[in-house]
């Protein structure tokens, strides 16, 4: 018996259905072990020691090395079978480390799809474990420690935001500053002309092209009342073309131009899009058969495999004839680009969208189909279309009509799923020298309008043009960025917070390479060249850490002479004399001693009122009481609360509209945002919670309801 290690346990029965009675295949759920907290910093690394990592098994996957364990007494062979990428080759190389194989050694199989084809075609051609590749993931995971631990540290006392990191902060700034230039953004008027004309008892509208053919901005209404009082009643053609263009089929998806085009046409956010995917990739029961119907997910190239292109080719050829057979679109080289995998495709041409489709959620469906036409139409002719400009001048002002005719449908008939036919408009049967009677005309006043917030999937466009993460950190960088309370997603439309605009000033002040992508894509490119081999591990580590380190010490003395004197209350601290100053934590705006840490008051601004029925407190037996907070939320809690921490638990989630702050902002929650006393003071949380985690920070407004 051999036993196989995967990562998913969705793959496990396919993978084993494929391979036979002799392999036992189990998973190992992702990562099974990461980098300790202990040592100096709690960094789990020894820095002295040339970056020594101490890692530890996570403590949700102990049981699954147990069993993994046990299985690899019970057989006779290892074979690693996690993911085709930089992570995947860390967790093998981790697995191999903790289940005591040679890792020089140990059989690694490497597949970009899970068909019997390509399983048993990997198993027929094991590799070992990529030990560079393992090397670059394991640098970016020390890397992000360092600046994970002692960044975020500074940056939560500092400003109270929760964490800072190359790639999401990088991210944050192309955000924030794209919505400042919109906050900034001055919007001008100007008009537009609007003329149609009959030709042959029909109304055409025709675009307004200038003066002698030259362009005009129109800024007003006295501009264009102007120009509307000078367009003569009938206007005479002055020239008629006609040219043929052609549109050629776009490249297979990529990971980024997948999110893209997911949320462009079927309004998926970036996540939900991996999530989608993934479970493509990962396989579905068709007709009583689990298997995956795409390649792998996450991938920066456009190749696509020369077994692909031939099978296409034929289908292309059977299902819609030689005349639709185009060729190989050239692999676009984008930053940083990898092509480890393929561009991502369907592993069967004949298992078409609709063939499957009962199989299929709606979404997988949709997703499978985008996936599907895009592959195959990628090696189809261009569609080819004739255009008829037709020129008409009146009083020297110049209009244009354009006609359009399909000549030939080209790939548009299987990306529209055959729904395209040519366009049968006609042309109309004009010359040079005929004249048209203008049948309206009308002066239109607009206004510039400032760019659009960004969406998931323009940043992740410009994350991938920048060379910042990885098609693998897209989603989830983004998810970090809403998770800190940074952005905000409404439907995948990104805006800055108040707090990831502290956080990006904070960082631009004290750590300006953190929150430069150039800096941040020059350190992919060294991470890359340590996986080829070019770079030393060691260099890189210790170049980072000791200008990292310098700059820690050097924003510590900065933050110390230009911290801004923190608003007094008026009132003194009871326990030591000091002061007490609003401050600011995770979770809002609260009272507390200005001789922190020396002295860790923090004031009760609760309202207390004895209950009508005395009632002991069951922990400490002193007596409970009516404790209202500073949002009208009323709680039944020990008097001596929060030294004690009772409240009585039928009153624990008890909330009236009194209470409600606003609807909570979560897609299909329906709960409503309340004021609640966390660790760290107040904040606003969802009264769904715990099936809803939604917190948001207290409002400055609220300041004011403190006495």
């Known amino acids: 018996m051999k036993l196989v290690i995967v990562e998913s346990p969705a793959k496990c029965d396919t993978i084993k259905r494929y391979l036979g009675e002799n392999y036992l295949v189990l998973a190992s759920l992702g990562h099974i072990r990461d980098l300790a907290t202990s040592g100096k910093d709690g960094l789990g690394v020894d820095i002295a020691n040339g970056f020594t990592p101490t890692y530890k098994i996570n403590k949700d996957k102990r049981d699954v090395v147990s069993d993994l364990l046990r299985a690899k007494h019970q057989c006779d062979e290892v074979i690693l079978a996690t993911d085709p990428d930089r992570e995947g080759e860390a967790i093998a190389w981790h697995l191999a480390q903790v289940l005591g194989l040679d890792v020089k050694k140990a059989k690694r199989l490497e597949f970009h799809e899970i068909t019997r084809e390509s399983i048993t075609n990997a198993l027929s051609t094991p590799r070992t474990i990529n030990l560079n590749l393992v090397s670059s993931q394991e640098t970016r995971r020390i890397l992000d420690r360092i600046i994970g631990f002692r960044l975020s540290t500074l940056i939560q006392r500092s400003i109270g935001s929760r964490s800072a990191g190359r790639v999401q902060s990088a991210t944050l700034k192309m955000i924030k500053e794209h919505d400042e230039e919109i906050a900034s953004f001055v919007s001008e008027e100007y008009w537009n002309i609007k003329v149609s004309a009959l030709i042959n008892k029909k109304d055409y509208n025709l675009e307004f092209s200038g003066l002698n053919g030259k362009s005009i901005k129109i800024n007003n209404e006295s501009e264009a009342n102007a120009i509307l009082a000078q367009i003569p009643d009938i206007l005479k053609i002055s020239n008629v073309s006609k040219q043929i263009k052609t549109k050629e089929s776009k490249e297979p998806f990529t990971t980024s131009s997948l999110q893209q085009e997911a949320f462009a046409r079927l309004k998926f956010k970036t996540s939900k899009t991996q999530k989608v995917a993934q479970s493509l990739y990962e396989g579905i029961n068709v007709g009583g058969e689990h298997m995956g119907l795409i390649t792998y997910m996450r991938t920066d190239s456009t190749r696509l495999s020369p077994t692909f292109v031939n099978r296409a080719t034929n289908y292309i050829l059977e299902t819609y004839g030689k005349e639709y057979l185009g060729h190989q679109k050239k692999i676009r080289d984008v930053s940083n680009m990898q092509d480890a995998h393929e561009a991502i495709r369907p592993t069967s041409n004949h298992r078409t969208p609709e063939s499957v489709r009962q199989y299929l959620t709606n979404d997988q469906y949709e997703l499978y189909k985008m996936i599907y036409n895009r592959a195959l139409a990628s090696l189809m002719k261009p569609k080819k279309e004739e255009i008829m400009t037709i020129t008409f001048v009146g009083n020297g002002y ?15 008939i299987i990306l529209d799923d055959g729904n395209d036919k040519p366009n049968e408009q006609r042309f109309l049967n004009l010359k040079e020298g005929d004249e048209v009677s203008v049948s309206h005309k009308e002066g239109e006043q607009k206004f510039t309008q400032p760019p659009a917030h960004y969406s998931e999937a323009r940043i992740v466009k410009l994350m991938e043009e920048e060379g910042i993460g990885r098609p693998s950190t897209y989603a989830s960088t983004i998810e970090t960025l809403r998770n800190r309370k940074y952005v905000n997603n409404n439907a995948g439309i990104l805006t800055v917070t108040e707090q990831g605009t502290d956080t990006v000033n904070f960082l631009d002040s004290y750590f300006p390479d953190i929150v430069n992508v150039n800096y941040t894509a020059q350190m992919e490119e060294k991470l890359d060249a340590i996986q080829e081999g070019n770079e030393s591990r060691l260099a890189i580590l210790s170049d980072f850490n000791e200008t990292f380190t310098e700059e820690i010490s050097q924003a510590k003395e900065k933050i110390l002479a230009n911290k801004k004197e923190e608003e007094k ?13 609003y401050k600011r934590g995770n979770f809002g705006v609260f009272v507390g001693c200005s001789n922190y840490p020396k002295c860790r008051y923090i004031k009760n601004t609760d309202i207390i009122e004895e209950l009508e029925e005395p009632e002991e407190c069951p ?3 002193k007596r409970l009481v009516r404790r209202t907070n500073a949002n009208g939320l009323t709680l039944i809690t020990c008097v001596d609360y929060p030294k004690c921490k009772y409240i ?46 939604h917190m948001e920070n207290l409002r400055k407004k609220y300041r004011g309801k403190r006495k």
């Open 569 to 581: 209350t008026g009132e003194d601290c009871p326990e030591c004399g000091s002061p007490l100053v």
């Open 398 to 412: 110049t209009f244009k009509l354009d006609l359009t005719k399909t000549l030939f449908d080209g790939y548009t």
């Open 648 to 693: 009585k638990p039928e009153e624990k989630q008890k909330y009236t509209e009194k209470d409600y702050v606003g609807k909570c902002p979560e897609p299909d929650c329906d709960g409503y945002l309340v004021k609640k006393k966390g660790k760290f003071g107040y904040f606003l949380g969802c009264t769904n919670f715990p099936k809803c985690h």
């Open 619 to 621: 922990k400490c037996h």
